[in-house]
């Protein structure tokens, strides 16, 4: 019964959390639209194949004001995840997004990852192309649906 409540209040705490957090966000609506690009890297924990897409310009995306964080980056990589399960009929996959307003900064985080990984013996890199896979601008509205 002790653990019930715990993990009832836990819930709660994360729910008030979740929505303050998104009402935070929602405030960060007169932020300016800016162009940014990114990549994704998808793996599967015990694989040795990691999948990364090309790096894609997205124009237009409203980063919060403060931090100059990509807002939604989750739905981002959500799109990485349903492409290489789906698609690829792969299983399992752990994706991230890496973001950056310079492209410069970031094709030199790009290549170092990708070095880390080639330098793991065991690892087999895939190189998704833009022909193949490109993310999609993503905003509050069509997540919540």
């Known amino acids: 019964m002790r653990n019930i409540r715990l993990f009832a209040t836990l819930i709660a705490f994360a729910a008030t959390f979740s ?10 609506k007169g932020a300016e639209t800016e162009k ?15 999948h990364f897409t090309s790096i894609t310009e997205m124009e237009g995306i409203e980063l919060t004001k ?9 739905a981002y990589s959500l799109q990485l995840k349903a492409y290489l399960e789906g698609t690829l009929g792969l299983s399992q996959q752990t994706c ?14 790009y290549y170092k990852l990708k070095k ?9 890199l895939k190189i998704i192309g833009e022909e ?14």
Do not use: H
């Open 66 to 74: 403060k931090s100059k964080f990509l807002p939604l980056r989750s």
């Open 132 to 145: 193949d896979f490109k993310f999609k601008k993503t905003d509050i509205a069509t997540t919540r649906q």
């Open 19 to 28: 929505c303050s957090y998104a009402a935070k966000e929602d405030g960060d």
């Open 116 to 124: 880390a990984y080639l330098e793991e013996s065991e690892s087999t």
């Open 96 to 109: 991230c997004v890496i973001f950056s307003k310079s492209k410069k900064k970031l094709s030199k985080k």
């Open 36 to 50: 940014i690009y990114m990549f994704g890297v998808g793996t599967a924990f015990g694989d040795t194949l990691v």
